[in-house]
């Protein structure tokens, strides 16, 4: 594709600023995106913001390379901005929006000691609206904290006087070998907290040998993502389903055609709809009112909440998607083993392995506490299934994500028949504090916690962790008991036989 | 009725503040108020307070129009007050009393993101007096605050893989088709906190077609209330039976003529006494401090607290109902049905159901934690009849309020059962935030939060939800069992016969 | 007795600071307290810390008058002091020691609308070692709180639709008729806290018909104390039986001629030995560091605590009292009814009630969570009773104390089976908010709560109240079950035959 | 062996800062220890962080006198420092590093009402890097605070008219009569905190006839902390086996000619790999990074957290201990009874009464919540062991330790069976505040506390105390109940017999 060498001034750029003509300036060139507008996944209001103007610092981040020439036609590119006309306003603006954090002050990643720490440094050294899309979750918090909060209300049963001079963390997923029981969740644009983006956190995973899920809302492309990866480095890929099925076909071809890199497709199903994640609004609606009034279109209506980085990323997911139609579809456009993220119930773990052997594993997950408040942490679900249908862990593998802070919270969900624990969160903030380095930090610091853990209980391997490692009563006599109680005592043969 | 022309000083109505001669000026003319003062609702030392002034702004948000003329004689009316002789004094200490937020720094409603939000704007906006009407209940606060925790205490049951494209909240109440499970519950005196009143909720309810339930201490005339009312708007009218049945039974004939409106008849339970609200109580002592030692009436005794608002509004309130001859002596007066308003417990919801179908439906209130403090919530009086007399929610309706602040709360009010949700301060905290825009604003974040919570649990119609989309258990420990526990081995049986 | 009529002065009083020889002031008197000294109930140092001074402020708030006369000889009267060589350092120190709140600043009694306001304004005006002495509790003050907390965890059910007019919450308590179902409980020193005294809390019960138990530590005697008592009006005494056994039953013998005030003898029970009250013994610590160092004593040992005016009170108290020896050695000496304070297992409920008709009541108490820290509230001694030996309920009345603070609380014991509710530190409280009006407002607020909440329950008498007029059974969940739950299933029987 | 007399200057010493050439003065002596480096117990970089200067006042609390003698070798003292080239620079530091009480700001110990007083004081007084050890414990800290807690959540219930005149508190371990239930539990660096050291607190216990256990890791010898015991004072030796077997059985050798005062090996088991105690880990940090970057050493990798004192003790501590190997070597090299430290599961407190009579004692302990965070309390092991394997009670002693505070704590553990208890912090703690006198206050505290509550609880000795003293539902109510509850249902005797 060639590029216009035409020099434009900003004075010129600055005057196409509404829905009739709008032109913004992408890496020092100018486009019309005018005719794009309606069909901007995140509204044309976003992209009316920063219309007439250099808004590369904004779109950098969360659009991965060749978006732009995917949907523009060449004649969209005017030609080069020139640089004498341009200053620099949005540049600076986006600078104060960090909160100031000069680089001597960012401590080493070593003296880090815990996932809070980290924590703490990414709030400081990211752009506020990364942290906040990062940070946020829905409604009240209260599924996000009780994540966490769950976890501490299990105690540890040490046993002693045994030799716990080694220690194994290591174990296999799908049947591929991984160096840890901890795995990166999905989670999107990594390049807004930190240039490293998902390569970043690849590089970090591949010391560890652990296993990193790709979002469909990745930075990079996947290609970029898995470049650098070591021999046996285990990857999956998030599907959101696209209204426009094509696609998500092609994104599949894509993906089948990486298969010594990508082992399964995980389809998310805990968000179909996007939950209402306040903070994540907030800022939104705070940068919405520096705009002038004139770029404000009356034909997009005001939603309660209006959208934050959030909402923008939803645009054109589907919302239809069922077990008897969407996985036969699945299997037609790859042979990958399907892993179903967003389970939440004992009933659609029963159902997911009925679909074994197309569906290989589940991620209990209640999308972080970001879908809906007060939805059920993963610890929940997992005791609910050992209740009430324990066969499914025998015929499809368990996973889950949401809360883990400590090495501790990895080895409880692994005694109750975890497979692998996965932290979504924790590798983004690590990749705020420090890019790969504070990824690498993240995961150092769990596996240590993770293998303490596991010698203090007197274990060796993963494998060897089981129920009799932890009490859970307290959290035991809160879960799902069924219409009073009945599910103990027989209803649930009649509720599964309707599923 | 004429008016007297004749033109009076300020300086002769100031002459008039004792209990021998009290003089008020009300809408620019004067009025002997000495006969009325033994018979005011509020007592005589709340007139006694304001005499000698103009008391316009004190008495028109709380008395609709006409209550003047149907309370006082023609010759009470004594002349016009000379407008150059008067000095606004009244009028500025009311302005000061305001919590002094400018226009300008009024948020737009549309960026206000929940009920809280709301409730804080609101909280700035009205005059303190009016938010501490609002914003008390009784006691400790205990029931207030339970009411809304329990909903926290209760956990969804997402469940995925199903088609939640459509949405679809909308129910029936009594047989009429409504857009929301969501009604406006009976509040009194809603001019206090903006002058759109109650006028300006129904306004806002018809975009929503949501119903609402008048109070009978409204500040606007039912007549005024409805005028502007869409086809198929529906309402309620809510009793608080009068000592003096004469009143209540003209009250109800009125209502009776509007019944393309007023589709029942809502009879309130949960307060035949007065709860004790401090906060409201307090507002008036210190009221009352500001006032000259001059005009304290020795004969009337100083009851603990003194009374606020509340307690004003009280006075005249019959204490007497009963089953046996409340229900019948409503029968003779309306056919509408009736709706009883206040049940916290399965045996009265029982026996409610035993008065059907002239009752047609129970709400389950604590009266928005005003009556009595640690009475119970309207989920655990649910769970009651669910566990106890699930036979009630064949026969009527049972509608709950008190403690709804997000979507999640009213689906989890549903799937127990409930066919409708009431919110009374939120509503009001709408009016005061914003008028009508700002119920609008809260009706439209509570319905697009319960449609995303329906969306997330995979339900597309209020029918749909069930008992298996939460998890009530921990609530369900904690509901009344009976003496021993023998509740649920039977002995409820023969306290049912008893009832 | 005659007085000596020499004048002495300062400059010589102040020369006897020492257990050689040792004078102190008291009303305008100067005394050789020399001899006195090893005798003292609240040992030598208390004393040795005033000598040489005027001790007036600090001895008559918690000596009754005759003490003086009872303790010393004649000649141990010097003569009077010479007022004008008395500098009064010691009064200003005493003022100083008030938390300096002015007259003015004292709100009228009837603007206190709970009893936490009451006791902030207490807090306010009362000297500091009083409060600290009221206030204190043993420990770590979690009995205290947890007397309180245990009501709130108790849920109110309302029954509606009945007729609520009259209210009536007198009852009976040994068959004698008292106007409130609510009475003071025995607590020490009262003047300590304003100088109306105990005879002002009497004053304050003849009001509203309130039973009075007089404390055997009481700052007035027992005839000063019932002086001014109404026909009717119902007293106790409560007897600490001395190691010295003659003088209790010089006590008794004096209580005896008072028959027809005082109804019964209130035994304590709950505080053999005296707890730990940190806070008050802090107290006596930062006053002990002013002294100066040459009166402390080598002779005494240094206890842990030290001892506030809590463990000079205990001096002289017998611990070795005993079922089998104490009832008879009572009745002996007297044939008034017997209550025995501070029962707070439901085997030694059972035990009292085996001991019927001499003992008639017992007053379940953990001594206001003063004597042992982490003991059980009288709620879970009224479960116990309930649970495992309701017979105990018709032989002899139970009443209870500790923890009430709203007339909810009251209603929810008496709901329980309790006959009546004691008020200890909010009686003292209202004495020092207002001495005799404190008392009467303390009494006014909690009988009107009562009352609001008795209405509300559908309540006429206080006979109506029943379980079923409460939901206790998140507190039924932790009340004692015996070893390994046993008590349920029979073991009861087997320790039961045991005692 | 003889001292060299060269007089080196600290000009010269300065210039050996590196892992090919390290000085370090001691106590007035030169050092080259260069050589010993790579076997520095805690690393070689704590030396050379204090390389080439005068490192006494580090060195000194932590190394038992004798240490240098049998690390060096003779020709590694190379002379003496001259003490005129010697600027105290190190000394200077190590002040600013206390917290600045004078000394005139310590206030007596008999002020000091209680254990959290004395903690206070300590944490003033003691240098911070004392501080931190101490107080530090793993992750969250929630083990620690749990330790406490679970004391608060049990009730005492206290018999009365019961003669409590008498109360003895004494008892028996292992048929040796004790003063006290509660023995000090070995804790490291005694000296960190006070130079009194191990013997200020043996000094201490003589008084009260407390046991003690001395830690292995103790800052002085045991031949030193025995010296001035008193007959019949009991110690025990805590044991942490080395890799270097031999330098363990050299120090049991050691004990066992000590035998009049040792009376028992203590094996810890709860530790076998350090715990994450991250205040302790940052407070090394902290001191690291004002070293000079030229010392760094390239060959220590950067472990997570690096270690602070507790990670530095446990350098070749063996964590390969076995009931099967490690029991059979200990007969073989003492016939001292053996107390096994640090069970936490009913499972292993079977498994150790198994292994009576070699074994005698278990210590239920989770090492103070410094092993690993979430580990349950030693409440939670008694009341497993009593529900489960009650028959461990009768086989072996059972003594307890962590989170106590009160002597209501100490009452509890022994009505649930336990013989004794231990404290460790607040030992430290009272050394700190006071040195011997701080260790003698805290022990008054908790025996006058102690014996106030079996007086209130009725009980005269230490064997009277039993469950029924206490209710402990709501902490039974959350121990460890086997998968699915079949632990309480004849599973535990099939994992019995696979122990």
Same mark, same amino acid.
């Given at each position: ?60 981040? $969360? ?13 969209? *590119? ?28 960012? @401590? ?7 996932? !809070? ?19 946020? +979750? ?23 006087? $045994?030799? /716990?001079?080694?220690?194994?963390? +290591? ?27 998902? =390569? ?9 040998? =652990? ?121 037609? &456009?790859?042979?990958? @083993? ?13 159902? =997911?392995?009925?679909y074994a052997p197309q569906v290989r594993a589940v991620i209990l997950s209640n ?9 059920? @942490?993963?610890? &929940? ?23 883990? *802070? ?12 975890? *497979? ?32 303490? /853990? ?38 649930? !043969? ?6």
């Amino acid at each position: 594709m060639k590029m216009s060498e035409k020099l434009i001034s900003a004075e010129e750029v600055v005057k196409h600023t509404t829905s009739e003509s709008c032109w913004v300036v992408l890496y020092g060139n100018v486009y019309d995106v005018t005719e794009f507008l309606p069909s901007h996944p995140g509204g044309s209001k976003i992209i009316l913001q920063l219309a007439g103007r250099d808004a590369t610092e904004e779109y950098d981040p $969360i659009h991965p390379p060749g978006t732009l020439e995917e949907n523009l036609k060449p004649e969209a *590119k005017l030609g080069k901005i020139d640089p004498q006309t341009l200053v620099r306003t949005t540049k600076t603006a986006a600078k104060e929006e960090k909160k100031g954090v000069s680089a001597d002050e960012i @401590p080493p990643m070593e003296s880090l000691l815990n996932l !809070d720490e980290i924590e703490q440094v990414a709030t400081k050294r990211m752009p506020e609206k990364a942290w906040a899309y990062y940070y946020s +979750s829905s409604d009240d918090t209260f599924s996000k904290s009780f994540n966490n909060k769950v976890y501490r209300d299990i105690l540890l049963r040490p046993r002693v006087f $045994i030799d /716990c001079t080694r220690c194994d963390s +290591s174990t296999t997923l799908l049947d591929h070998k991984v160096g840890l029981p901890i795995f990166v969740s999905p989670a999107a644009m990594a390049r807004l907290g930190h240039p490293d983006g998902e =390569a970043g956190i690849a590089r970090a995973c591949a010391k560890f040998g =652990a296993m990193q899920v790709i979002s469909n809302n990745a930075s990079m492309t996947p290609e970029q993502i898995v470049a650098d990866a070591k021999p046996g480095q285990m990857f999956g890929w998030q599907l959101y389903v696209q209204n426009d099925r094509a696609k998500s076909e092609a994104m599949l071809a894509r993906i089948n055609r990486m298969r010594d890199r990508f082992k399964f497709i995980c389809l998310t199903l805990d968000a179909p709809v996007p939950g209402k994640r306040e903070l994540d609004e907030k800022q939104n609606f705070k940068n919405a009112v520096t705009v002038a009034s004139g770029v404000k279109t009356a034909s997009e209506p005001n939603r309660p909440g209006g959208g934050g980085v959030g909402q923008q990323l939803f645009f054109g997911t589907a919302s239809d998607l069922t077990w008897k139609v969407t996985l036969p579809w699945l299997a037609k &456009h790859t042979d990958l @083993p399907i892993v179903l993220k967003g389970v939440q119930t004992h009933e659609d773990a029963y159902l =997911a392995a009925k679909y074994a052997p197309q569906v290989r594993a589940v991620i209990l997950s209640n999308h972080g506490g970001r879908a809906l408040d007060t939805a059920p @942490p993963a610890v &929940h679900t997992l005791l609910e299934i050992r209740k009430y249908c324990p066969e499914v862990l025998d015929r499809i593998e368990v996973w889950v994500d949401g809360g883990i *802070k400590r090495g501790t919270d990895v080895v409880k969900a692994l005694c109750l028949g975890a *497979k692998a624990v996965g932290i979504g969160r924790p590798a983004l903030f690590g990749l705020g504090a420090g890019g790969q380095a504070g990824v690498e930090r993240t995961l150092e610091i769990l596996k240590a916690e993770t293998e303490t /853990c596991m010698r203090l209980l007197g274990v060796e391997k993963v494998s060897e962790l089981s129920p009799r490692h932890i009490n859970s009563r307290k959290v035991e006599r809160d879960i799902f008991e069924g219409d009073a109680g009945l599910e103990t005592f027989g209803l649930w !043969d009649k509720v599964k036989s309707k599923l």
